[in-house]
């Protein structure tokens, strides 16, 4: 797995061995979840503030995300 981001508040990173569509995982020590570059977010426990940092920095950096994902997942 490929971690593309860590602040002292939450990791983004991306597995391998993943299904469709592109997506990062944050976790954070209250919880952790799946942003969709589709939008779509799967929240478990991250503080609003950590997650709306977390959704800007993915929006921001989408082309980081993608490369990760094609890097770790080279036959989806």
Do not use: S
Not at 4 to 14: E, L, P
Not at 34 to 52: C, D, E, F, R, S
């Amino acid at each position: 797995m490929g971690t593309i981001y860590k602040t002292g508040k939450f990791t983004i990173r991306v597995n391998g061995f993943e299904h469709p569509p592109v997506h990062a995982h944050v976790t954070h020590t209250d919880g952790r979840a799946m942003v969709y570059l589709n939008g779509t977010v799967k929240n478990t426990g991250i503080p609003a503030a950590a997650m709306t940092e977390a959704q800007d920095w993915i929006t921001a950096n989408t082309q980081a995300v993608i490369n990760e994902w094609t890097t770790c997942n080279p036959k989806t």
